[in-house]
């Protein structure tokens, strides 16, 4: 008695020769998602109490970082602007604009402004704002182009092997301490080169091996330690 | 491939089969085990107590994940516990079965044909029961697949220096041969099975598992060359799996630890206790089941020479330890020596001696070698005593370390307790099904022990 059709055979082949190609698509996209915006929310835009432009207030305007950032120098923190920051211009222009209703009520309760944290990174991880700054990582190299973001959002996925790529070859991402806070910053390269301390570059990987030892940047053996970042 | 081997004059042996079956007798025997007979009161009575206790072991499994290991007694100094003493002693169980199937294969051992089925799925269960408690022993168990390498967001590699991670490498290779071996193997059966079953239904299951057999020469032919080669495969598994646990410890600088003879004895203790188990279960079997006529008292008394064998590399192992201690003049491997003797676990250790070294040794009579109840106790005895022997080596060595300040005691809790029998529980369900759904011992090996399947392969 045949229990199965002829047509078994063929499928028993094509079923083993298939679940091959599924169990790598399956790797493949589990791999995919975990980097995907949806797990990441890179480039994913967060709602505020306020609309506020990155855009219009340093790329129009033209304030520095640190007009609001005030502490990213010299803390582990970059700071959070109070409300009178706002008020030192808001006082005096768009006084009656409903959008900025909840800052005037804030400036009038003594309540802060509750902000919906962008770039949030895990609580088992370090992290120091005045360090990189001060050994010349540019604020928009992990940031984006801030100056052209309507709502904030985060650039980078956060994730460790964003941060490894930098660790691993600081060399690959770091500038001049004076272009730290340049938005427009481009790094050296054949068309536009850079002169700096009386030396021409023409190329981001000579340049930054330069400014790792006259920044006395620590070795990537020490930069890439666990407890450098999992303290 | 497979000839039997007839007992040799002058030789007081009891044959690999008893004799007056057939082709015919024998299949009909094996496969109305799972196709005719029917469901007795023993099997859903043993049954029913082996899925309570697995139960009991989810509910503790639960909890675990719930609150974390801190539910169990471990605790620095003692970080390894109940968890690493049962995974290798499952671990070293599943052994048995890789030897007598692969490496017996090998050397053309007649005996093994009755009984590879079973301790092959002894140590597939086994290795299941081992691998658990790794996974349980992490603190977030649900990231277990971190310790493959495999590009993940956090762009690092597993460290590879660590004995820990070949482990991983050697436990699952393991499981997965085993798996597949285990499963070639079957695949003959399953057709038999297929072809004897009565309802439509069991015939398309037992006829997918069967792959297609048709019982041709061409199918015979590669099915041998398979076999063979998964044999070769299989082979040294026997030798690494253990060897690579061993490093666990023996990578370590724990005094207690740090040995170089630990992976070979730890491979001699594998095998003992495997072989333990394979009588626990086989004396069992083959009285319920009536395979009197297929476990013969030959392959028992084989199975208990092995184990006075291997439990002799064992007590050698016990035996240089101490020697390299004292020669050593290491004053913390000294203490570690007197520890076991004198310290707060004296008891574990003595109890460990006992049911290792001394017990045993009353199998170089051979009427104890033929008796179903003393080869049963004395296996019992040796499986308890391979449990200690972990114990010994996990808790002792890591209750007192260097410094003063870093000595401690291990009290299991009963979350400890729980999955531990648990899986009991879980290993003796497996066997449970294993024998209710698939031929427990391999019909067409028995078959070509049969002085006409010889016959037919001189023509």
Known sequence: MQIFHRATNTIAKATIFGSIFLLAFILWAC?????????????????????????????AIGLDCRYCHTSVEKSSFAGIPPTQTCMNCHSQIWLGAPMLEPVRASYRSGKSLVWNRV??????????????????????????????????????SLQMEWCLDCHRDPAKYIRPRSQVFNMRYEPPSGSKPMELDGKLYTDQLVLGKDLVKQYNLRTVADITSCSTCHR | MVQAIEVEPGENKAPVMASGHTFGSITDKVSAMVLTRPLTKGWIFGFAICFLILQWMLYAMCWLFFKGVGVWGVNIPIGWGFAIVNFVWWIGIGHAGTLISAILLLLRQSWRNSINRFAEAMTLFAVACAGMFPIFHLGRPWVFYWLFPYPNTMNYWPNFRSPLVWDVFAVSTYGTISLVFWFVGLIPDLATMRDHAEKKWIKTVYGMLALG??????????YETAYLLLGGLATPLVLSVHTVVSFDFAIGIVPGWHTTIFPPYFVAGAIYSGFAMVLVLAIPIRKFYHLEDFITPRHLENSAMVMLATGWIVAYGYAFEAFMNWFGGDQYESYVRWNRIHGPYAPWYIALLMCNILIPQILWWRKVRLSNFWLFMISMDILIGMWLERFVIVVVSLHRDFLTSSFGMYYPT????????????FFTACMFLFLRLLPAVPIFE????????????HE
């Open chain 1, 31 to 59: 791999i995919q998602f975990q980097r995907s915006p949806y797990v990441t929310y890179a480039h994913v835009a967060r709602p505020q109490p306020v609309p506020f432009s990155h855009e219009h207030h340093v790329g």
């Open chain 1, 119 to 156: 770039n949030d990174l895990p609580d088992f991880v370090y992290f120091n704002h005045s360090i990189h700054i001060n050994k010349g990582i540019g604020c928009n190299t992990c940031h984006g182009p801030v100056d052209r973001m309507p709502l904030m959002y985060n650039e980078a």
């Open chain 2, 213 to 222: 057999w048709r019982n041709s020469t061409r199918h015979w032919s590669r």
């Open chain 2, 414 to 425: 009963q979350f400890d307790w729980a999955i531990f029998i648990g899986t009991l529980g």
């Open chain 2, 446 to 457: 028995l078959r070509s022990l049969l002085p006409e399947a010889k016959a037919v392969e």
